[in-house]
């Protein structure tokens, strides 16, 4: 279940719209708006994430989140940052948060697996926590579990010896489990602060002594046994008998930035075209949202440029698609060759593009940067010894000229390709009222 904090209305819609429908929707999710709502669901229902606006009517920055922190620990809670308060969500992840997110990367595609990713972790937690109860009598069922996981788990025995060691913990340690095996905790599993580069705490000894499940200290950095430091994070319990006798303890950790370059990869994944590396329609509209107000504070045009490869079915008919994959790839680039670092080429879909032209002067700018492209085009693609012929046909569309919303301008650009189109190959049109009524040009 998750529990969602933010006050503001169309922030926390965009998050439930890309956690999906709630017919659909694989979450139980919870909205509230102010801090003191959330403390009241969290002291009655057990969460297990919190996503956290840190900028609430009722409480803000750390101090806000210390509190949530303090009313359930053991729910993973994700700082939601705008740009303004994004050193704010650092300083929240120092205090114990899972991680911050940036409120603009929200979208249908990573972060419902992000989640996913989390609550998944959690749900490993738990089963840690319930083969503590059965070590005893499942002891062999319990070590394949643990051998099958994703992260690093050590088991020790009350003197702090090494009794166990999955696959991932020799990986991540440079031991392996034969040579592990009763040897002094320290000396495998060797921890320092990361800042002060000082020995860290044995979370073992802590773990055993408070007998409670315990996090490992922020910025704490693992000596492998070759030298090297991987940066970690995750936490340690106690081990029972039968009898609830503490007779050792068991750490799981992960590989920090491992963990954070997965996040990241995901999130560019959805939000750029698998075959040419294009940002796809989802961070078109992002840039565009963006592109909008900040034109019209510096009183510029957005131009938008929408893209069909004339010859395209012909070529994937005729060679292939593996041809035409290649066909693909190599008009992204040239396009990308054309454009200013600032614009944005995006592949919209099959064989059309579109180019989003930011905080250009007149009209005019956006016809030359299409002459450009048709000029880039003149010379064939050379694709596996064929010579291959490529014609644009390109509609434009203005803002705030022809619309001032994005769908519909990148419709009324659609339009104009058409009209284009129907002219003959390599043509470029530019919107007009009369293209929306169906006119001809």
């Known amino acids: 279940m998750i529990l969602l904090i933010e006050d503001s209305q169309s922030d926390a819609e965009w998050i439930l719209k890309a956690l999906g429908e709630p017919e659909t929707r694989r979450f139980d999710v919870v909205w509230v708006t102010c801090l003191a709502d959330a403390l009241g669901h969290l002291a009655r229902n057990t969460f297990d994430v919190v996503l956290l606006d840190l900028m609430l009517p009722d409480g803000e920055g750390v101090e806000a989140f210390d509190r949530v922190y303090r009313a359930q620990p053991e729910a993973l809670i994700l700082v939601l940052s705008a740009a303004d308060t994004e050193e704010t969500a650092r300083r929240a992840v120092r205090h114990g948060a899972f991680d911050h997110l940036a409120k603009g990367r929200a979208d249908p595609y990573w972060l419902p697996r992000a989640l996913r990713y989390v609550m998944e972790r959690k749900a490993t937690e738990r089963v ?49 489990g034969a040579e592990a095996l009763g040897q002094p905790l320290r000396k495998v599993f060797n921890i320092i602060d990361g800042a002060t580069r000082e020995a860290g705490q044995n979370p073992a000894w802590r773990a055993i002594d408070q ?72 961070l078109l509209k992002e840039r565009f949202s963006r592109a909008i107000p900040l034109a019209r504070r510096n009183q510029k045009l957005v131009g938008l440029l929408f893209l069909d490869l004339d010859d395209f079915k012909e070529i994937n008919d005729s060679l292939g698609h593996a041809i035409g994959d290649r066909v693909l790839q190599g008009a992204a680039e040239r396009l990308l060759s054309c454009v200013r670092a600032s614009d944005t080429v995006c592949r919209y879909g099959g064989d059309e593009f579109v180019i989003l032209l930011t905080e250009i002067n007149q009209a005019q700018d956006a016809a030359l940067a299409a002459e450009k492209l048709h000029a880039a085009f003149a010379e064939p693609l050379e694709i596996d010894g064929h010579r291959l012929r490529i014609h644009l046909s390109i509609g434009i569309s203005l803002y705030p000229n022809d619309d001032d919303n994005p769908d519909d301008l990148i ?10 189109k129907a002219h003959g190959k390599g043509r470029c049109r530019s919107f007009t009222a009369g293209m929306r009524l169906g006119h001809v040009t």
Not at 144 to 168: C, H
């Open 128 to 176: 840690l926590r319930q083969a503590e109860k059965k070590l005893f009598e499942e002891k062999e069922r319990s070590r394949v579990t643990l051998d099958s996981i994703g992260d690093a788990v050590l088991a020790t025995d009350l003197d702090y010896n090494v009794t166990y060691l999955n696959p991932v913990a020799e990986q991540m340690t440079g031991w392996s």
């Open 211 to 282: 007998d409670r499940t315990v996090g490992l200290a922020m910025d704490c950095v693992l000596i492998r046994r070759d030298g090297t430091e991987i940066v970690i994070e995750d936490s340690a319990a106690p081990i029972h008998d039968r009898d609830g006798r503490v007779t050792g303890a068991v750490i799981v950790f992960h590989d920090r930035n491992q963990a954070r370059a997965v996040t990241e990869k995901m999130a560019y994944l959805a939000q750029h075209d698998g075959l040419t590396g294009l940002p796809n329609r989802l």
């Open 411 to 420: 419709h009324d650009a659609d339009v104009a390709m058409l009209d284009a």
